[in-house]
């Protein structure tokens, strides 16, 4: 049987174990090495949509997950002081209207503004609007929320340990103090443990978190600096007290250098600032993000520092990295747990069970650098199309060269408004639309579609659809009464 060793156990390798031992049990023999004297990283709280799809691949019943890691429900992250100061929009998981083979929705309001009627583009948006109104459901009427979830990191990782566990993943404790390699092949043979204990394998999946201990160190994949575009390298988090009922949304406050997450959980709420070292000391951050905090600190302040960009590869020889042992983007789109989940997927599907694994691998980094660079590219927009001069931090990324892929995807919509969905339907047309425009990027062009439609005719079918999205967020109980709901214990039989 095949031998396939973990290192590290934070939430990419527990998701690794959980992930591998649900559809590959059979086939494999799992271990995973993780270090209490290490510890993990602890933060990580925020995801996207798609961890539905990875946690119905993994059996993961979605009440039990979310009562054993204290979740709430997440429609969209609300940006604000990011254009300008005091502006705020959010990008919403949700569809915007509706498109036509010809254009998207948005070409279509843009036509209706134009014309002086239309209202917002949030009152075309369920999700956004429920939101805005902290209410929640799955569903309403016939219509499904698109939606992602706020957990306590430490309590999933513990949650998916049972489960591997269970699934037949042995657990070791120790600390890894060498990495022995085959001197012919440079493949991995063996994880050496401070206790003497020696782990072999056949193929090694690095989770060791900014230390990347297996590709990095050892086999000495280069690590590619994105720093020139995301300046951030710090990180504060701190947990308070709840003192409201959670808000079924992310918030991201920009500051005057850096910007501050607030995540609601059931029991607390997860804080934490983002700041570049070049325009921020380690105090001044601290004292931004303790001055801008509600509710009664329950942990200390954490500092983390880190590198963003990525490793070259992230299979090279038997190893293959996943979370922040292969990269790291600073959290704002809420993305990194998200790759990990990808990357999963992809080393199921390129299992290397046959002889020679390069093709695979080079598949495999292939596709994760598109991903990857995805989300760069989406990141580095929220900082590059802003208003904002206030401060060195905001003018030095409002004038930075950006990667071309962002720069073409800029100047298209900006003349004429087109938007296409990225390479790995991450972020669909919408999400760019409402990043774009929220950032205060307003179209001079458009599709002239709406103009086919006819005056009166648009303004029924927008008025329709607005009033559609009012009555369905009418219906929806409130956040909190949907997770006591939701979470509620099973009765026993
Ligand atoms: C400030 C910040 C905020 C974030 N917010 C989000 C967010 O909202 N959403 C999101 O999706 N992602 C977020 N992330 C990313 C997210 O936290 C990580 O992707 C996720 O936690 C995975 O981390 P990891 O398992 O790769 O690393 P870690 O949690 O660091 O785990 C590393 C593991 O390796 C072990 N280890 C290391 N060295 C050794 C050794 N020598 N011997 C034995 N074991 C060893 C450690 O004990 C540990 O178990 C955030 C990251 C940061 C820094």
Not at 136 to 155: E, I, Y
Request: charged share 25%; with cysteine; hydrophobic share 40%.
């Amino acid at each position: 049987m095949m031998k396939v060793v973990i290192a590290g156990g934070g939430t990419a390798g527990w998701m690794a174990a959980c992930g591998l031992s649900s559809r590959l049990a059979s086939l494999l023999d799992i271990t995973l090495i993780e270090s209490d004297e290490i510890g993990t990283v602890g933060v990580g709280e925020a995801t996207i949509p798609p961890m539905r799809n990875f946690h119905r691949l993994m059996n993961i019943d979605e009440q039990e997950f979310m009562r054993e890691t204290q979740a709430t429900f997440k429609l969209g992250i609300e940006f604000d002081n990011w254009g300008d100061i005091g502006d705020s929009y959010i990008h919403s998981f949700g569809e915007i209207g509706q498109r036509s083979w010809m254009a998207e929705f948005h070409e279509f309001w843009l036509e209706a503004q134009a014309q002086g009627f239309g209202g917002s583009l949030e009152d075309y948006c369920l999700e956004l609007k429920a939101a805005k109104a902290g209410k929640f459901a799955t569903s309403v009427d016939d219509t499904r929320l698109n939606f992602a979830f706020h957990l306590d990191a430490t309590r999933y990782a513990k949650y998916l340990r049972k489960k591997s566990e269970k699934a037949g993943v042995r657990r070791v404790e120790g600390l890894i103090k060498q990495v022995q390699k085959d001197p012919q092949s440079g493949d991995i043979k063996a994880l050496l443990l401070d206790s003497g204990e020696l782990i072999e394998g056949d193929l090694f999946i690095d989770c060791t978190g900014f230390r990347s201990l297996l590709l990095g160190e050892s086999l000495g994949v280069e690590f590619d600096d994105w720093s020139h575009w995301l300046f951030s390298d710090r990180a504060i988090a701190v947990q308070t007290e709840s003192i409201a009922e959670p808000v079924p949304y992310t918030r991201a406050i920009a500051h005057p250098s850096g910007w501050q997450w607030r995540i609601p959980l059931q029991s607390r709420v997860g804080n934490g600032i983002v700041y570049s070292s070049r325009f921020m000391s380690d105090d001044e951050a601290k004292q931004t993000l303790l001055n801008n905090i509600s509710g009664k600190m329950i942990t200390e302040p954490r500092y983390i520092k880190y590198r963003t960009g990525r490793r070259q590869k992230s299979w090279h020889k038997n190893c293959v990295a996943l979370g922040l042992a292969s990269g790291f983007i600073e959290p704002l789109e809420s993305t990194s747990i998200h790759l990990v989940m990808t990357a999963i997927i992809r080393l199921i599907r390129l299992f290397p069970f046959g002889d020679s694994s390069t093709a695979l691998a080079d598949r495999f980094n292939q596709e994760s650098t598109t991903e990857i660079e995805t989300v760069r590219d989406f990141v580095i927009l929220h900082y590059k199309q802003t208003n904002r001069t206030d401060t060195d931090f905001w003018n030095a990324y409002r004038t930075m060269d950006i990667p071309d892929t962002l720069a073409h995807r800029l100047d298209i919509f900006k003349k004429n408004g087109y938007v296409w969905p990225d390479d790995v339907a991450l972020f669909r047309v919408d999400s760019w639309v409402q990043v774009m425009m929220g950032q205060g990027l307003k179209p001079q062009g458009f599709h002239s579609a709406g103009k086919l439609t006819g005056k009166e005719s648009l303004l029924q079918s927008l008025a329709k659809m607005a009033d559609s999205i009012d009555k369905k967020v009418e219906k929806l109980p409130t956040h909190q009464q949907f997770i006591d709901h939701y979470c509620a214990a099973p009765k026993a039989d």
